[in-house]
T-cell receptor, first 112, second 116 residues
Framework: GNSVTQMEGPVTLSEEAFLTINCTYT??????LFWYVQYPGEGLQLLLK?????DKGSNKGFEATYRKETTSFHLEKGSVQVSDSAVYFC???????????FGTGTRLLVSP | GAVVSQHPSWVICKSGTSVKIECRSL??????MFWYRQFPKQSLMLMAT?????????EQGVEKDKFLINHASLTLSTLTVTSAHPEDSSFYIC????????????FGPGTRLTVL
């Protein structure tokens, strides 16, 4: 079946450090890949997405590239801020307006 | 735009009682709504998918008689946990989408249910 594996957290960084959160997936067919972010007390928000191999999703300084050969979609940011502290979820979706399959989430804590 | 609300944000109830959670799309019409359950330090697990005016489609292993889902209008879906037990304590999250949003789902802030 379809599944998403994320690195366990929490990930603790100092402000302006480089961030990588690993995500790999298993899926039949050609899924779309997503990163969602959940700030404290809020609902999940779409951060970025990629719908086909080699696509790069980007938003708010975050980037992730759809790597079909390694079945990965790692999230990166060159310089994190305290305001980036949140839980990040990697997810996949196979076909149209279908259900999302989520990873377990990775908590990011950024200190000043 | 694309705001989804949930009510209540948290609820505590006694074992054996029923609890209703509302999910509303505030500024768009949601043709499809999804209900998820999230355990501590675990991923969101889809419980069911509901389309306005039709019966919900439940995921394997989800008891449809225990988790009643109603999607009576394009802006409201409800999840009722019937005869709740402590093992039903969890964080319940809804999301909503519309045909105009492509494949994007918009998530509510979640409801924390604690059954004593």
């Amino acid at each position: 079946g379809n599944s998403v594996t994320q690195m366990e957290g929490p990930v603790t960084l100092s402000e302006e450090a480089f961030l990588t959160i690993n995500c790999t997936y298993t899926a039949t067919g050609y899924p779309s890949l997503f990163w969602y972010v959940q700030y404290p007390g809020e609902g999940l928000q779409l951060l970025l997405k990629a719908t086909k191999a080699d696509d790069k999703g980007s938003n708010k300084g975050f980037e992730a590239t759809y790597r079909k050969e390694t079945t990965s979609f790692h999230l990166e940011k060159g310089s994190v801020q305290v305001s980036d502290s949140a839980v990040y979820f990697c997810a996949l979706q196979t076909g149209g307006f279908q259900k999302l399959v989520f990873g377990t989430g990775t908590r990011l804590l950024v200190s000043p | 735009g694309a705001v989804v609300s949930q009510h209540p944000s948290w609820v505590i109830c006694k074992s054996g009682t029923s609890v209703k959670i509302e999910c509303r799309s505030l500024d768009f019409q949601a043709t499809t709504m999804f209900w998820y359950r999230q355990f501590p330090k675990q991923s969101l697990m889809l419980m069911a998918t509901s389309n306005e005016g039709s019966k919900a489609t439940y995921e394997q292993g989800v008891e449809k008689d225990k988790f009643l889902i109603n999607h009576a209008s394009l802006t409201l879906s409800t999840l009722t946990v019937t005869s709740a037990h402590p093992e039903d304590s969890s964080f319940y999250i809804c999301s909503a989408g519309t045909s105009g949003s492509g494949d994007e789902q918009f998530f509510g802030p979640g409801t924390r249910l604690t059954v004593l």
